[in-house]
């Protein structure tokens, strides 16, 4: 059981990817948030409320399998709560809003600068592990809403 949460917690395993390739967790969270962008594109022809269902199932399993973590501890190959915030930052949106709604959640997120992501990170254990993530992924979004009404 330990295996797979903490396969899921990888993100499928990408959360991986840059310790093997350079022996270091940094850049791992952009591993996680990339693979959001399939994951959004495959459900966004279905809708709205598919979206809604998918990005609370990711927030779920994210929060069970964050839970790999020592209290206190985030490390950088856990990357669900990435795959989880950019999701919800790119939510609905297509086109050029998409890539700024998901550019923005990640800015977000790596910075902690916008209001509340430091906040929520500093919850801690498993709900901070996904919190800061999904409040940067609500900035993401934002951001992608107000370009997309601006180039409608």
Known sequence: MTSIRRFLAA???????PGKIRGSDDGAGTFGAALAI??????EPLGTSIQLATLLGVSAVGMWAA????E????G????????GAF?????LTGWPFVIGWIVAR???ITKRFPFVKWAE?????????????VAGIWGLLAGLIAQSLLA
Not at 11 to 16: E, F, K, M
Not at 88 to 92: C, D, H, I, K, Q
Request: cysteine-free.
């Open 11 to 17: 993100g499928l395993g990408v959360g991986w990817i």
């Open 38 to 43: 399939p994951l959004a594109l495959y459900t």
């Open 67 to 70: 839970g790999v973590a020592s």
């Open 72 to 75: 206190g501890e985030d490390p």
């Open 77 to 84: 190959w856990i990357v669900i709560d990435e795959v989880a």
């Open 88 to 92: 919800l930052g790119v939510l609905t």
């Open 107 to 109: 800015v977000g997120d």
């Open 122 to 134: 500093d919850i801690g254990g498993p709900v901070g592990i996904m919190a800061d993530d999904l």
